[in-house]
């Protein structure tokens, strides 16, 4: 079911998605931007012992590709996630593979069992999403919603204010 989840959540931020036909475990996705894969996997002990080789095998496969790419080479992602939640002793080498800016950047998460995780996962190559009014919440104008704010705020926020007020305002925010 996971494994749907990370599909649907991509397809939605609008990539493009396959799966590799050379390896079942990779989920190509690609936009205008940004392309990569996905690994899914079960165990953490999983994770560590083959994502360099996923990786490799990736890039070995797409080199054309990414020679063509020019600026989307830049971003690259290998995302690997895992049901299995790590150990304690097991998270500062899931943090190393993720600081491992070698051939790709990479995206590294455990505990992945709920659409909700997908989507923390994969927030780094999502677009900002806003979060909808509550239902029932009554809609302010913004003068309304800056009636406690000091004249100089309304100046910074439209952009009209000086120096000295930019330092009030962010003086008062402390």
Do not use: H
């Not at 990414?66 to 290998?78: E, P």
């Amino acid at each position: 079911m996971v494994f749907l989840d990370i599909e649907a959540a991509l397809k939605s931020a609008g990539y493009r998605c396959r799966m590799s036909q050379y390896d079942q475990d990779l989920l190509l996705f690609e936009d205008e931007s940004i392309f990569g894969f996905v690994v899914l996997f079960d165990t953490v002990e999983r994770l560590l012992e083959t994502w360099k080789d996923k990786q490799t095998l990736f890039i070995q496969k797409n080199a054309g590709a990414l020679r063509r790419a020019n600026m989307k080479a830049w971003n690259c992602y290998a995302v690997f996630l895992c049901t299995e939640t790590a150990p304690e002793l097991q998270k500062p080498a899931l943090v190393e593979i993720e600081e491992d800016l070698a051939l790709t950047r990479k995206l590294i998460a455990d505990g992945v069992a709920t659409q909700r995780d997908v989507q923390r996962a994969l927030l780094p190559i999502l677009p900002i999403q806003n979060r909808a009014a509550p239902s029932g919440a009554i809609a302010l104008d913004l003068s309304t919603r800056l009636e406690s704010w000091s004249p100089q705020a309304i100046r910074a926020l439209e952009g009209d204010a000086t120096a000295a007020e930019l330092l009030e305002v962010l003086w008062d925010a402390q």
